[in-house]
């Protein structure tokens, strides 16, 4: 039986490393990928990454443009496990908010959120007015989750890769994609005192 697909959108904010991180290690768990990049984060990512466009797109099975609303994740028939935009503009999230597909990106998250799908959006952007907040309260009375990524630091981060992969972990938590990115919490105190964490993840063995 193939596995059902995984959309990853990446929108032009800034912050394309997540997107990109996303993408390699769903990739590298076996996970099928239907991607959707904007005209922005192909821009973004000459500008804030080592990663060319064609590396990007080589990391999916489907590689959708973003302005053909013709393409399979445009209908709930096709099905998929989900949606994650990583990043997520303000642009992007008040177009879902307010169901306006005007693009792929938003008609093939506006189909995840009609067919109760889990729809994941790493909105990026600081400080946050009142609109920017009442978008986001509207996007998650509709379904969505609203994962902006935001470091926490129980793990103990030694690089901003680490940072980097403890967000997209919580992103792929909400869409049941089992990975051992970084270390979870398991208590307020381990055998030597301090916070406790899985000793079995990847990134505790590679420290220890």
């Given amino acids: 039986m193939i596995s059902k697909p ?3 959108g990446i929108t032009g904010a800034s912050g ?3 997107g990109a991180e996303l993408l390699r290690v769903v990739h590298e768990l076996a996970v099928p990928i239907h991607l959707i ?3 922005a984060a192909v821009r973004n990512f000459a500008i804030e990454t080592d990663y060319s466009v064609e590396e990007v797109r080589k990391m999916a099975e489907v590689v959708y443009d973003n302005k053909d609303m013709g393409a399979a994740v445009s209908s709930g028939s ?3 496990r989900g949606m994650i935009i990583a990043p997520c503009t303000v642009k992007t999230l008040s177009a879902i908010a307010n169901s306006f597909t005007y693009n792929l990106m938003v008609r093939a998250a506006d189909v995840t959120l009609k067919e109760r799908r889990p729809l994941v959006l790493m ?3 600081t400080p946050l007015h009142k609109g920017h907040l009442d978008l986001m309260r509207t996007a998650a009375d509709i379904g969505a989750v609203i994962l902006p990524p935001i470091p926490a630091f129980y793990h103990m981060p ?3 890769m680490d940072i980097v992969h403890q967000s ?3 992103a792929l938590d909400h869409v049941g994609i089992e990975h051992s990115l970084f270390r979870r919490w398991t208590g307020a105190t381990g055998k030597d005192g301090n916070p406790a964490v899985d000793e079995g ?3 505790y063995k590679e420290r220890t």
């Fill in 37 to 39: 990049l904007s005209e």
């Fill in 201 to 203: 993840s990847a990134s």
């Fill in 16 to 18: 394309v490393i997540y």
């Fill in 78 to 80: 096709f099905r998929t």
């Fill in 168 to 170: 997209i972990g919580k």
């Fill in 6 to 8: 995984l959309i990853i």
């Fill in 123 to 125: 909105v990026r952007e």
């Fill in 158 to 160: 030694k690089t901003i």
